[in-house]
């Protein structure tokens, strides 16, 4: 098989429709648009939830849930992601945007506690699980909180 044997599959490309294009096209005149009225005219038509006039639902429905402008969102990462470093590394947010094991820092990093370490590193980061903490002292490492 070679690219330029390459075809699409029959029915799934459709010719567009010139619509306007004089009466022998079969859509000319009056282009699909009906008659007359407001969806006849160019930019005629209403905005998205106009129900002519009558109150439209979004605004007859009550508001619901809050939104907590405080609230503090953390990049995760698990334990078993800091078994790739080398022994005695100090591991901080920006070495793991680098390497790539965070994509977005947003207010810090938390360190959850899924899977093993056997390494011992030392690890800063904005927030850390219990049991992310236990795993990285039992494996002789050191825990460090940065805001």
Same mark, same amino acid.
């Given at each position: 098989?070679?690219?330029?044997?390459?075809?699409?599959?029959?029915?799934?490309?459709?010719?567009?429709?010139?619509?306007? @294009?004089?009466? #022998? $096209?079969?859509?000319? !005149?009056? *282009?699909?648009?009906?008659?007359?009225?407001?969806?006849?005219?160019?930019?005629?038509?209403?905005?998205?939830? /106009?129900?002519?006039?009558?109150?439209?639902? *979004?605004?007859?429905?009550? =508001?619901?849930?809050? +939104?907590? !402008?405080? @609230?503090?969102?953390? $990049?995760?990462?698990?334990?078993?992601?800091?078994?790739?470093?080398?022994?005695?590394?100090?591991?901080?947010?920006?070495?793991?945007?680098?390497?790539? /094991? !965070? +994509? +977005?820092?947003?207010?810090?990093? =938390?360190?959850?506690?899924?899977?093993?370490?056997? =390494? =011992?590193?030392?690890?800063?980061?904005?927030?850390?699980?219990?049991?992310?903490?236990?795993?990285?002292?039992?494996?002789? #490492?050191?825990?460090?909180?940065?805001?």
């Amino acid at each position: 098989m070679y690219l330029h044997e390459l075809s699409p599959v029959p029915g799934s490309k459709k010719k567009e429709k010139r619509v306007g @294009r004089g009466v #022998g $096209s079969g859509i000319g !005149v009056r *282009s699909t648009r009906g008659q007359k009225g407001q969806w006849a005219r160019s930019g005629g038509g209403v905005r998205p939830g /106009f129900e002519g006039g009558q109150m439209p639902i *979004s605004r007859k429905l009550p =508001k619901r849930g809050f +939104k907590n !402008v405080w @609230r503090r969102e953390y $990049s995760e990462i698990n334990i078993a992601d800091l078994e790739n470093f080398e022994d005695g590394t100090e591991i901080t947010a920006e070495l793991l945007h680098d390497v790539g /094991f !965070v +994509k +977005k820092i947003k207010d810090g990093v =938390k360190v959850l506690g899924d899977g093993e370490l056997t =390494k =011992k590193l030392n690890v800063k980061a904005a927030k850390f699980t219990k049991a992310a903490e236990e795993k990285i002292v039992a494996a002789g #490492g050191t825990v460090e909180v940065v805001r």
